[in-house]
């Protein structure tokens, strides 16, 4: 057993607050307009696909009959110029 199994909590409402920016940190910016049904672009295409689901960090994007993984940051609404 590691010693981080034998460790107890002293402070739980610090170790909250920490968990709490801990998990804001990893999730990232969260885009409100990227939502299933939206058409969208990647970054430096010219391609339009239609958001299938979308998670913290990445989207499914349906882009010319193919489903793809894309990062959230790197979509951009389908009528946004560059």
Do not use: H, Q
């Amino acid at each position: 057993p590691s010693k981080s199994s034998n460790a107890t909590i002293v402070d739980k409402e610090a170790y909250a607050n920490a968990s709490e920016k801990s998990l804001n940190i990893r999730t990232g910016p969260v885009a409100k307009w990227l939502v299933p049904g939206i058409l969208v672009k990647k970054r430096g295409s010219e391609m339009v696909g239609l958001v299938m689901d979308t998670k913290p960090g990445y989207s499914t994007v349906l882009f010319g009959g193919c489903e793809t993984i894309a990062r959230n940051l790197s979509l951009r609404p389908a009528d946004w110029e560059d």
